[in-house]
């Protein structure tokens, strides 16, 4: 997918003691990353990124529980584009919307870094190459992106799961930027993880159907791998990432993570960014793929 050379980063930004810690732990937690200028800006975009946007006829729901059944053609067509996706909880029995709808958009995804001049001048900050390379990625790519609301009251959890489930290459390589657009706080569903369990093998792959049987209609399935449990998020080893508003949580592509629903009165905006190495394949099985004339770009 990547076709243009990297350019080379002669800095570091992370401290050896950073470095291992990410990889002893499969995340990292770097405060005070973004300014509090940056994370308005954003979200006024967000903001108006929802006002402007009018859903399809499908009402695209996004739940991680049962992605396998809800990835239409609006949710595999975002790879290119940038598409907003309601909650589980926005509609009542009836298939209405049970509030405005800027308050009932789960996540706007998957391009936005690319598609919009906001997200592109927040995504392609040089540090975030020069991170990835600190952590051992040869050509870094920026691959997916999505603005998480958590919205108050029926933010939906996310279940405990690894990026490389859905963004995988040979070898594997994805890091997840992932950034507190807001206080990310228990209540208002931060995330969780359990230090160390990255080490552990990949669960599952998220894959086109279609490739693998040309008779079936374009959707997704999940191909099991291991049948090693993931951490249950009541692990008494769980940590919860409560942080400011500004950090910045790097995530590795095998550790388990997860965040719980928002039943509080405040919301939880977020930003993350995943970034894959362009030295790895990418199979055309994903299920996020671009046009031929839309390769990635180097962070």
Known sequence: MPTSPSPSSGHAVLTAEQINRYHSDGFLVVPDFASVDACNRLQIRAT??????????ERSVFTTDQQARVSNNEFLSSGSSTWCFFEEEAFDDTGSLRQAKELSINKIGHAQHDTDDEFRQFAYNPDLGAIARDLGMTDPRALQSMYIFKQPRIGGEVSVHQDATFLWTDPLSVIGFWFALEDATIDNGCL????????GPLRKLFKRNRLDDPAASDGTIF??????????????????LDVKAGTM?????????????????????AYSLHCIDGAADYPDW????RPAGMPLNAL
């Open 48 to 57: 108006e990124i929802v006002a402007a946007w009018e859903p399809g006829e």
């Open 192 to 199: 969780w993880a359990v230090p160390g369990t990255h080490h």
């Open 223 to 240: 191909d099991d791998l291991s049948d090693e449990p993931l951490p249950a998020p009541d692990s008494p080893d769980a940590v919860a």
């Open 249 to 269: 949580i790097v995530l590795h592509g095998l550790l388990p993570h997860w965040s719980k629903p928002n039943r509080s009165a405040r919301s939880r905006h």
């Open 286 to 289: 994903n299920w996020l793929q």
